[in-house]
C-alpha cells in the first residue's frame, strides 16, 4: 500500500473516531478567522452550505460558480430525497444501519471511517434544512414523512415532492446569500475556475475566467476547497446539466491531487430512454418511483403489444422474481444490469427496444381503496378507485409524472412510462483523507467532487446527503486542523510569481485553442468521446474493449487539438470556448477511467467487468487482490502512477452481495 497515501483516520472505536475527533481537533480562535480567506469553487449543495457555514464562522470567503446564479447549481436536479437515520418509522432504523447499508450498496469499496462518520450526521442534516424552511412532506400527525430508496429495507428517506433537491438547495442558497449580504462572503457569479495556484507546495488561490468578459483573475485564498460536482458528462449523454463538467477536479489533479477510483461511475435504472441523435442529455425519473412503481417486460420476446393490452399472467416482473427480499428496491447497479439483460436478450418495449416498463396501475388501486377506505365508501367502481388514487399519487410524484408527460406526450398515469438506465453520478473523484483534504496540503473536495462515500454504487438519496454532511458539518470541523498553522500567512499578493505564471498557463491554452480553426465543433469531439465511453466503459466492459477505448481517445484527442473550430473571440461572452475548454479535460479523464477500469480485474458495483461475474450475472468480487482505494497521480500525458489505500472492515463483515 502507498505511503504517499495517509487517510488520517482517528484512533479508537468507530462509533466513537468523529465525536473524539471534534473534541480535540485544533481550533482557529474568532479573531483569526477574520483574517483567513477561503475559497470554494461551487456552490451547489456541498459549496453554498460550506461557503455559508465557514462565514457565519467568521472566515472570509470568496464563493465561485460559473451559472448565473447558485440556484441553478446541478443539486436542484435531485428528485427523490435525502437520507437520514431517525427511524421516525419505527421500522428498525439506526445510524449502524445506515452505515452498513452504505457500505454494502458500495459494495464494500468505500472507507469505513467517513461512512460511518455521515451516519452519524446525518439526522442533524434534517434538523438544519427544517430550520431553514425546507418544505419536507409530512404525515397527517405532522411528523415527518419517510419514503423507501433501493437497498434498503427501511424507510428513511425525506423527500419535498419530487423536488427534494431544488428545496434543500433554496435552504442553503439562503443561508448563503445571508453571508453574502452581511459582507462575509463574495460571490463570483459566471466565473469559472481555470487553474489551481501553487505557492510552496500549498493551495493559495486560484485563476478563474470571468465567462462574461473572458478576462482571467487571479484569486488568494489560504485554503480552497473544491465542490465541483461529478464528471458524469465525460459520456456526453448522462442526466448531468449540460454545463456540468470535470475541469476544476481535473486542474487540481493535474497539480498533484490524487484521482481515486475514476472507473466508479454509477447508471441510473429510471431513466426516459434514449429518443435519437437530436438530444443533448438524458432526463432522469426519479427512483422515488420504484417505491410504488412496478417494473416488468412482455414475458415474450419482441412482444408489439400496447402495455395496456398485455395480461397479468403474461408479464414478467423481473426484479422482483429475482430479488424477492428487495424487488424494485434493489440498488441502482442491480436493476440497471437487470435492464439492459432483457432487453438484451430480446424483451425491450417501445421502439428502440431498449426500455422497460414501470407501471404505476396496481398503485393507483392500492392508493384509491384506501382513500375510499377512509372516505367511508365500500362500493367504490374502479372507476372512481382509479379517480381517488390518481390524486394521492399526484400528491407524491405529481411534477415527475407531469415532467413525464411533457418530453413523452404519454400520460403515465394512464399507461405505464417507459424507463432505461443512464449515466447518472460519479463515485470517483478527488482522493481526499478524513478531513476532505486532497493530496495537496490546503486543497479540499466536497460532496461528488471527492471520492470518499459511496464505493463502487451510490444508494439512492444518498448525493444530497453528502453534499450537505460535508458542507454544514464535517468541514467547518476538519478545516481547523489545516487553517489553525496557518494564522501567521498573510495574504499573498495576486502579483506573485506564482500566480502570473498559472494565468499565463491558462492564458497560452486558450490561445492555442483559439488558433487551432479547425473544421469540427466542440461537440462532434464531446459526442465521439461519449460514444467511446459508453460502448466500452459504460454499463459493462471487458478487456479488449477497454485497451480499444484507450487507443481511440488517445487519436481522438489528437485531432480535437488540430481539427477544434472555436468561433468567436477569446476576451468575450463565448460558450464554445467554455465548452472546449471542459471536453479538452474530458479527453483526459476519459483516457484515465478507461486505465483504472482496465486494472480493476473484478466485478464491484457499477463496475461491472465481463470477465468476472457469477453464474447468475451478478458482479463477482475479488477481496483479495482489490480491496482497495485506486488513487492515480498524474505524470504527464498519459502517464499515471497507481497508488492504492487499503480499505480495512473491522466492524462489518464483508459478503458477496445480496438482495434475494
Same mark, same amino acid.
Given at each position: 500500500?502507498?505511503?504517499?497515501?495517509?487517510?488520517?483516520?482517528?484512533?479508537?472505536?468507530?462509533?466513537?473516531?468523529?465525536?473524539?475527533?471534534?473534541?480535540?481537533?485544533?481550533?482557529?480562535?474568532?479573531?483569526?478567522?477574520?483574517?483567513?480567506?477561503?475559497?470554494?469553487?461551487?456552490?451547489?449543495?456541498?459549496?453554498?452550505?460550506?461557503?455559508?457555514?465557514?462565514?457565519?464562522?467568521?472566515?472570509?470567503?470568496?464563493?465561485?460558480?460559473?451559472?448565473?446564479?447558485?440556484?441553478?447549481?446541478?443539486?436542484?436536479?435531485?428528485?427523490?430525497?435525502?437520507?437520514?437515520?431517525?427511524?421516525?418509522?419505527?421500522?428498525?432504523?439506526?445510524?449502524?444501519?445506515?452505515?452498513?447499508?452504505?457500505?454494502?450498496?458500495?459494495?464494500?469499496?468505500?472507507?469505513?471511517?467517513?461512512?460511518?462518520?455521515?451516519?452519524?450526521?446525518?439526522?442533524?442534516?434534517?434538523?438544519?434544512?427544517?430550520?431553514?424552511?425546507?418544505?419536507?412532506?409530512?404525515?397527517?400527525?405532522?411528523?415527518?414523512?419517510?419514503?423507501?430508496?433501493?437497498?434498503?429495507?427501511?424507510?428513511?428517506?425525506?423527500?419535498?415532492?419530487?423536488?427534494?433537491?431544488?428545496?434543500?438547495?433554496?435552504?442553503?442558497?439562503?443561508?448563503?446569500?445571508?453571508?453574502?449580504?452581511?459582507?462575509?462572503?463574495?460571490?463570483?457569479?459566471?466565473?469559472?475556475?481555470?487553474?489551481?495556484?501553487?505557492?510552496?507546495?500549498?493551495?493559495?488561490?486560484?485563476?478563474?475566467?470571468?465567462?462574461?468578459?473572458?478576462?482571467?483573475?487571479?484569486?488568494?485564498?489560504?485554503?480552497?476547497?473544491?465542490?465541483?460536482?461529478?464528471?458524469?458528462?465525460?459520456?456526453?449523454?448522462?442526466?448531468?446539466?449540460?454545463?456540468?463538467?470535470?475541469?476544476?477536479?481535473?486542474?487540481?489533479?493535474?497539480?498533484?491531487?490524487?484521482?481515486?477510483?475514476?472507473?466508479?461511475?454509477?447508471?441510473?435504472?429510471?431513466?426516459?430512454?434514449?429518443?435519437?441523435?437530436?438530444?443533448?442529455?438524458?432526463?432522469?425519473?426519479?427512483?422515488?418511483?420504484?417505491?410504488?412503481?412496478?417494473?416488468?417486460?412482455?414475458?415474450?420476446?419482441?412482444?408489439?403489444?400496447?402495455?395496456?393490452?398485455?395480461?397479468?399472467?403474461?408479464?414478467?416482473?423481473?426484479?422482483?422474481?429475482?430479488?424477492?427480499?428487495?424487488?424494485?428496491?434493489?440498488?441502482?447497479?442491480?436493476?440497471?444490469?437487470?435492464?439492459?439483460?432483457?432487453?438484451?436478450?430480446?424483451?425491450?418495449?417501445?421502439?428502440?427496444?431498449?426500455?422497460?416498463?414501470?407501471?404505476?396501475?396496481?398503485?393507483?388501486?392500492?392508493?384509491?381503496?384506501?382513500?375510499?377506505?377512509?372516505?367511508?365508501?365500500?362500493?367504490?367502481?374502479?372507476?372512481?378507485?382509479?379517480?381517488?388514487?390518481?390524486?394521492?399519487?399526484?400528491?407524491?410524484?405529481?411534477?415527475?409524472?407531469?415532467?413525464?408527460?411533457?418530453?413523452?406526450?404519454?400520460?403515465?398515469?394512464?399507461?405505464?412510462?417507459?424507463?432505461?438506465?443512464?449515466?447518472?453520478?460519479?463515485?470517483?473523484?478527488?482522493?481526499?483523507?478524513?478531513?476532505?483534504?486532497?493530496?495537496?496540503?490546503?486543497?479540499?473536495?466536497?460532496?461528488?467532487?471527492?471520492?470518499?462515500?459511496?464505493?463502487?454504487?451510490?444508494?439512492?438519496?444518498?448525493?444530497?446527503?453528502?453534499?450537505?454532511?460535508?458542507?454544514?458539518?464535517?468541514?467547518?470541523?476538519? =478545516?481547523?486542523?489545516?487553517?489553525? &498553522?496557518?494564522? #501567521?500567512?498573510? *495574504?499573498?499578493?495576486?502579483? @506573485?510569481? %506564482?500566480?502570473?505564471? !498559472?494565468?499565463?498557463?491558462?492564458?497560452?491554452?486558450?490561445?492555442?485553442?483559439?488558433?487551432?480553426?479547425?473544421?469540427?465543433?466542440?461537440?462532434?469531439?464531446?459526442?465521439?468521446?461519449?460514444? =467511446?465511453?459508453?460502448?466500452?466503459? &459504460?454499463?459493462? #466492459?471487458?478487456? *479488449?474493449?477497454?485497451?480499444? @477505448?484507450? %487507443?481511440?481517445?488517445? !487519436?481522438?484527442?489528437?485531432?480535437?487539438?488540430?481539427?477544434?473550430?472555436?468561433?468567436?473571440?477569446?476576451?468575450?461572452?463565448?460558450?464554445?470556448?467554455?465548452?472546449?475548454?471542459?471536453?479538452?479535460?474530458?479527453?483526459?479523464?476519459?483516457?484515465?477511467?478507461?486505465?483504472? *477500469?482496465?486494472?480493476?480485474?473484478?466485478?464491484?458495483?457499477?463496475?461491472?467487468?465481463?470477465?468476472?461475474?457469477?453464474?447468475?450475472?451478478?458482479?463477482?468480487?475479488?477481496?483479495?487482490?482489490?480491496?482497495?482505494?485506486?488513487?492515480?497521480?498524474?505524470?504527464?500525458?498519459?502517464?499515471?502512477?497507481?497508488?492504492?489505500?487499503?480499505?480495512?472492515?473491522?466492524?462489518?463483515?464483508?459478503?458477496?452481495?445480496?438482495?434475494?
Amino acid at each position: 500500500m502507498s505511503t504517499r497515501l495517509d487517510a488520517k483516520i482517528p484512533d479508537g472505536q468507530l462509533s466513537e473516531k468523529w465525536t473524539k475527533y471534534r473534541s480535540t481537533v485544533p481550533l482557529v480562535n474568532p479573531a483569526n478567522k477574520r483574517n483567513i480567506e477561503i475559497i470554494v469553487v461551487g456552490t451547489g449543495l456541498a459549496g453554498a452550505s460550506a461557503a455559508a457555514s465557514l462565514a457565519e464562522m467568521g472566515y472570509k470567503v470568496k464563493a465561485f460558480c460559473f451559472q448565473d446564479s447558485p440556484r441553478r447549481a446541478h443539486s436542484i436536479a435531485a428528485q427523490g430525497g435525502v437520507n437520514a437515520a431517525k427511524n421516525y418509522q419505527n421500522d428498525g432504523d439506526s445510524v449502524y444501519r445506515l452505515f452498513y447499508d452504505t457500505i454494502k450498496g458500495g459494495d464494500y469499496r468505500a472507507r469505513e471511517a467517513n461512512v460511518h462518520r455521515l451516519a452519524e450526521v446525518s439526522g442533524s442534516i434534517i434538523d438544519q434544512c427544517v430550520a431553514q424552511g425546507v418544505p419536507f412532506a409530512r404525515e397527517y400527525g405532522g411528523l415527518l414523512s419517510n419514503r423507501s430508496f433501493g437497498g434498503t429495507q427501511v424507510q428513511r428517506t425525506f423527500y419535498a415532492a419530487g423536488q427534494t433537491g431544488q428545496q434543500l438547495l433554496l435552504g442553503a442558497y439562503s443561508a448563503l446569500q445571508r453571508q453574502v449580504g452581511l459582507g462575509n462572503v463574495e460571490l463570483f457569479t459566471r466565473h469559472e475556475m481555470m487553474d489551481v495556484v501553487m505557492v510552496e507546495g500549498k493551495a493559495r488561490g486560484i485563476i478563474a475566467r470571468d465567462l462574461i468578459s473572458g478576462k482571467l483573475e487571479r484569486h488568494f485564498g489560504h485554503a480552497v476547497l473544491l465542490c465541483s460536482g461529478g464528471y458524469g458528462n465525460v459520456f456526453y449523454l448522462s442526466t448531468n446539466a449540460m454545463g456540468s463538467n470535470v475541469t476544476a477536479a481535473w486542474k487540481a489533479h493535474k497539480k498533484g491531487a490524487f484521482f481515486g477510483n475514476p472507473c466508479y461511475t454509477q447508471i441510473h435504472p429510471t431513466c426516459i430512454p434514449v429518443s435519437g441523435d437530436h438530444q443533448s442529455k438524458l432526463t432522469l425519473m426519479s427512483e422515488s418511483l420504484r417505491n410504488d412503481g412496478r417494473i416488468w417486460v412482455p414475458k415474450k420476446p419482441n412482444d408489439t403489444r400496447p402495455a395496456n393490452q398485455i395480461p397479468e399472467d403474461e408479464r414478467d416482473y423481473y426484479l422482483e422474481r429475482r430479488y424477492p427480499a428487495f424487488g424494485n428496491l434493489v440498488p441502482r447497479d442491480i436493476a440497471s444490469r437487470a435492464a439492459k439483460e432483457r432487453c438484451d436478450a430480446g424483451y425491450g418495449v417501445g421502439a428502440s427496444k431498449m426500455a422497460v416498463y414501470l407501471d404505476y396501475a396496481a398503485a393507483i388501486l392500492r392508493y384509491g381503496r384506501g382513500e375510499a377506505n377512509k372516505r367511508g365508501i365500500h362500493n367504490a367502481s374502479e372507476e372512481e378507485l382509479k379517480a381517488m388514487g390518481k390524486e394521492v399519487v399526484k400528491e407524491k410524484y405529481g411534477n415527475l409524472f407531469d415532467m413525464y408527460k411533457q418530453i413523452t406526450g404519454e400520460n403515465p398515469y394512464e399507461v405505464p412510462m417507459r424507463i432505461y438506465p443512464a449515466v447518472h453520478y460519479t463515485m470517483g473523484g478527488l482522493w481526499v483523507d478524513y478531513n476532505l483534504m486532497t493530496t495537496v496540503p490546503g486543497l479540499y473536495a466536497l460532496g461528488e467532487a471527492n471520492f470518499s462515500d459511496h464505493g463502487a454504487n451510490r444508494l439512492g438519496a444518498s448525493a444530497l446527503m453528502q453534499g450537505l454532511a460535508d458542507g454544514y458539518f464535517v468541514i467547518p470541523y476538519t =478545516i481547523g486542523s489545516y487553517l489553525s &498553522g496557518d494564522i #501567521r500567512t498573510k *495574504a499573498i499578493p495576486t502579483d @506573485a510569481p %506564482e500566480f502570473v505564471a !498559472a494565468e499565463k498557463a491558462v492564458q497560452d491554452t486558450i490561445n492555442k485553442l483559439m488558433t487551432i480553426k479547425g473544421s469540427k465543433s466542440v461537440d462532434y469531439f464531446h459526442k465521439k468521446l461519449g460514444k =467511446i465511453m459508453w460502448d466500452k466503459c &459504460g454499463m459493462a #466492459r471487458n478487456e *479488449a474493449g477497454l485497451k480499444e @477505448a484507450i %487507443e481511440e481517445i488517445k !487519436a481522438l484527442r489528437k485531432e480535437f487539438w488540430s481539427e477544434v473550430r472555436i468561433p468567436g473571440d477569446a476576451d468575450e461572452f463565448n460558450p464554445e470556448l467554455e465548452k472546449a475548454t471542459r471536453v479538452a479535460d474530458f479527453l483526459e479523464l476519459g483516457e484515465l477511467m478507461c486505465i483504472d *477500469a482496465l486494472n480493476r480485474n473484478e466485478s464491484c458495483g457499477g463496475h461491472f467487468r465481463e470477465e468476472y461475474q457469477t453464474e447468475e450475472g451478478e458482479a463477482k468480487r475479488d477481496d483479495e487482490n482489490y480491496a482497495y482505494v485506486a488513487a492515480w497521480e498524474y505524470k504527464g500525458d498519459s502517464q499515471y502512477e497507481l497508488h492504492k489505500e487499503e480499505l480495512v472492515y473491522e466492524n462489518i463483515k464483508i459478503a458477496q452481495r445480496s438482495y434475494k
